[in-house]
Structures are given as C-alpha cells and as structure tokens.
C-alpha cells in the first residue's frame, strides 16, 4: 500500500506501460491492445485491499463493484472505457514516446503543483463538494505557482514565442 501512495504522491508525473498484465497507481495508464487485467483477489478468499483504494478512486465504486466481486478478466478496451488505463495500442512504443516528449516540454514545478492541485481538490470535493473554501485554495495555489520563476520563464517565453529553458523537446 506505501508503495502505490508513494507513487500517487510522486512530485513528477508517473506512467504505467501495461504490456501483459499490471497493476499500479499512476497518474497516467497506457495499454497494449492485447494486454489483460483482473482483480482476482476474491477467488482466493482475499481482497484487493491494497490496491483498491487507488482502484476505487480512479474507476468508482460502480466498477468495482462488478471487477472486485466477479474476478472477471477483461481486456484493455473494457480498461479503457471504464477509466482503469487512459489508452490503448498496437504500438506502445510510440505511444510512451509521445507522453514522454510532452513531459519534456513542460515546467517540472507546473507539473508538481498541477498534480498536487488535482490531489487536494478530488480529496475535498469527495469530502465536501465544491465550496467557498476550494474556490480559495484553488485561487492560491494559481497565485502561489504564477509566482515561480518556471511560470516567469513560461509566459515570457510564450509571449516571445521562444522554448523555455526547462521544454527539452
């Protein structure tokens, strides 16, 4: 469990390449075509509770439900449409390449506090919907990043139709 919460957590963006059969929790899940997932736990009296939390969060409790209780094995178009892997291919390859390019291209810190903006507003809208106190935290965390040299860098570099220095395209 410490290990997919540190890789939920990770300042940087973090990507599964599912080619067979994987499970994990990271920001972003690609799967090749013929790649298959089952959360087999329950015929061995277990349950996928190390797991589940990152599982739940991702693809609801509607299709847990039916994976978690069925143990069923499904390919990675049924991953697809219920959420479980972002997309899936013939050629992974490729496909890791594109994300690994687009990370390249952006600021680390735009990244990291991108990723803490998604974790901390989920956690609160889950706890208390969208109110007056997320709206806040959401407009301090934008001011807080504006703030950073790489967000300085990143607009004037746009604005002067240059690469910044941390784009390593």
């Known amino acids: 469990s410490s290990m997919f919460n540190t890789l939920a957590t990770l300042e940087v963006p973090t990507v599964a390449v599912v080619q067979g059969a994987a499970y994990g929790a990271c920001d972003i899940a ?39 209780l069925t143990a069923e094995v499904f390919d990675a178009a049924k991953a697809t449409s219920i959420g479980l892997v972002h997309e899936h291919t013939e050629d992974l390859f490729s496909l890791e390449e594109k994300l690994k390019n687009s990370f390249c291209q952006n600021s680390p810190s735009g990244m990291n506090a991108s990723k803490y ?29 504006r703030g950073s040299t790489e967000a300085r860098e990143g607009l004037a570099s746009f604005l002067n139709k240059t690469k910044p220095s941390y784009n390593k395209s």
């Open 30 to 68: 690609v799967a090749e075509t013929r790649s298959t997932f089952c959360f087999s736990e329950v015929k061995l009296g277990l349950i996928p509770a190390t797991i589940g939390p990152f599982v739940i969060e991702r693809i609801g409790a509607t299709q847990c439900k039916r994976f978690f």
């Open 117 to 145: 903006l998604i974790n901390e507003v989920a956690r609160r809208i889950n706890s208390s919907g969208i109110n007056e106190q997320l709206r806040i935290l959401t407009a301090e965390l934008l001011a807080r990043q």
